[in-house]
């Protein structure tokens, strides 16, 4: 399987999404936001269709929408009641706008399908590259900021009183969840991206006993669930987002069915 | 002796739009001193203590912090905050959570002997290492007490803590706070419509009625006071 140049950058590619799916997830999960996140990766969608209509890169594309519209949704759902029907609509708004642009790139529907649901065949080692970048990108920012994101997170009230600048936080943070977006879709696509930043680290807080603890355990899921799909998707010819999201799905089931045991007990 | 003055309000007032909360408020706060401040929902009991936290700027008046703003360091403990039972933030960890800073993700070796002392203080030793999404209602007030002494405030401020609290852990928490008034020259600002309780764990009140704000010692805080017009 190491033999072929494109599984190679797809493993290393995998790892860096993994890493950083299981990060960031853990923020994601804390501040409930998976709903977002999914928007967001619809955007991506749409970015990457524009980027293909304008002649770019679409991971280009992807990063523009993704940046851009992750300081609007953030600013357009700072308030919680608002925040549901406010990401509805933004979410039906871009996935229209993809629609139309590869359309008007007279891109047909396997590019759609591509770009929704990621591939393996696509990836060089210039991308692998772009990827590690942006990565450490986001990871320099999570690391400088560790101490307020995981304040605002896990105790927001705490951290408002504190006078930490919490809407700063929240854009930003959407920001480095946009980022991660855009490097996580190269691999599982658009659709699925949220998959990664939401069920490692939603699994993970069922086993974990601290944060830290919870950061490791999602990125370990994470690295489990894309390795072996990727795995399985060469063995099999069958699509990698396919068995990633089979995988993390049934880790997060187990972990919801031993948690009703402890309950129960 | 008396105490310096950490905090003076005067003439203060918020207003929202079309909605005057308080106005005229004039106070004077000692080091040291344990208030209870009373008055039934919608007076403007949660609008003077987000203008005290810096979180809304007065219409009218002004706060005046003393010697000067830097020195008064707040500690807040709200009734309700919104963890998730699931979480895997340790009591231990949710003290920690106020030592922010452009610092290393993880607590120093001083920091984390600072939270050890803070959860030793408040009789927390024994569930430290408990997520506190699993703790009970009196164990929650506990730790947020401990997150807010983590960083050695001056002034406490309880913003209705021990509301839904039982009457044992209410007394437990209240002398707690009695203590840390007593040993650490705290002052206190107890929000509260538990007139038993204000009157034996605080020194002063302040009513706030609709219109009117009245303050003195606990002592003069009689019942007929409190009843007449229900303002509690």
């Known amino acids: 399987m190491f033999s072929y140049e494109f599984m190679r950058n797809a493993f290393a590619a995998g790892t860096i999404i993994a890493v950083i799916c299981g990060i960031m997830g853990v923020f994601v999960i804390a501040r409930n936001m998976s709903f977002l996140t999914h928007t967001l990766s619809e955007i991506g969608f749409s970015g990457a269709a524009f980027g293909v209509f304008a002649g770019w890169a679409p991971l280009n594309g992807m990063l523009l929408f993704t940046v851009v519209s992750s300081v609007i949704v953030g600013q357009l759902s700072a308030r919680s009641e608002r925040r549901e029907a406010a ?172 948690q009703r045991l402890q309950t129960a007990e | 002796m008396t105490n310096a003055p950490i905090l003076k309000l005067d003439h203060l007032g918020v207003t929202f739009p079309n909605n005057p ?8 706060i000692r080091q040291g001193e344990v208030w209870s401040i009373i008055g039934k929902n919608g007076v403007g009991k949660t609008t003077l203590m987000r203008t005290l936290l810096h979180q809304l700027r007065p219409t009218q008046g002004k706060v005046t912090y003393l010697p000067s703003v830097n020195d008064v360091r707040i500690g807040y403990v709200p009734q309700f905050r919104n963890i998730d039972a699931d979480y895997p933030l340790t009591i231990r960890d949710f003290i920690g959570l106020n030592l922010t800073g452009w610092k290393l993700p993880w607590l120093s070796a001083k920091e984390r002997a600072k939270v050890q002392r803070i959860i030793e203080q408040t009789g927390l030793t024994k569930l430290a290492n408990r997520p506190i999404g699993q703790a009970s209602g009196g164990e929650k007030q506990k730790a947020y007490l401990a997150q807010a002494l983590v960083e050695a405030p ?57 219109g009117k704000v009245e303050q003195g010692p606990i002592a003069q805080l009689t019942h007929d006071k409190v009843w007449e017009g229900e303002n509690v």
């Not at chain 2, 008034?181 to 309780?197: A, C, E, G, K, S």
Request: net charge neutral; proline share 2%; aromatic share 12%.
């Open chain 2, 21 to 28: 909360v308080f106005s005229d408020l004039n106070l004077t």
């Open chain 2, 154 to 210: 001056n002034l406490l401020i309880l913003d209705e803590s021990t509301a839904s609290l039982d009457p044992v852990t209410k007394t437990e928490l209240l002398d707690l706070v009695t203590e840390l008034n007593q040993r650490l020259n705290l002052t206190v600002l107890f929000v509260t419509h538990d007139i038993p309780m204000a009157q034996k764990y605080t020194h002063q009140y302040l009513m706030m009625t609709p």
């Open chain 1, 87 to 258: 990401t509805s609509a933004i979410s039906a708004l871009f996935i229209g706008m993809g629609i139309l642009f590869l359309s008007l790139a007279n891109k047909n529907a396997s590019y759609a399908t591509s770009i929704l649901f990621g591939s393996v065949i696509g990836i060089s080692v210039s991308d692998v590259r772009q990827m590690l970048w942006l990565s450490l990108v986001v990871l320099l920012v999570v690391f400088v900021l560790y101490r307020f994101l995981k304040f605002d997170s896990f105790d927001h009230t705490g951290a408002r009183v504190k006078g930490l600048w919490t809407n700063a936080l929240s854009i930003t943070f959407l920001v480095l969840v946009a980022l991660s977006v855009s490097v996580a879709a190269q691999i599982v696509g658009s659709l699925l991206i949220f998959i990664l930043l939401t069920l490692p680290a939603a699994t993970a807080k069922y086993f974990a006993h601290t944060v830290g603890g919870m950061m490791v355990l999602a990125i370990a899921l994470a690295l489990i669930g894309v390795w072996s799909g990727l795995t399985l998707s060469y063995l099999t010819n069958y699509p990698v987002s396919f068995f990633i999201a089979a995988i993390e799905a049934i880790f997060y089931f187990v972990a919801l069915g031993w």
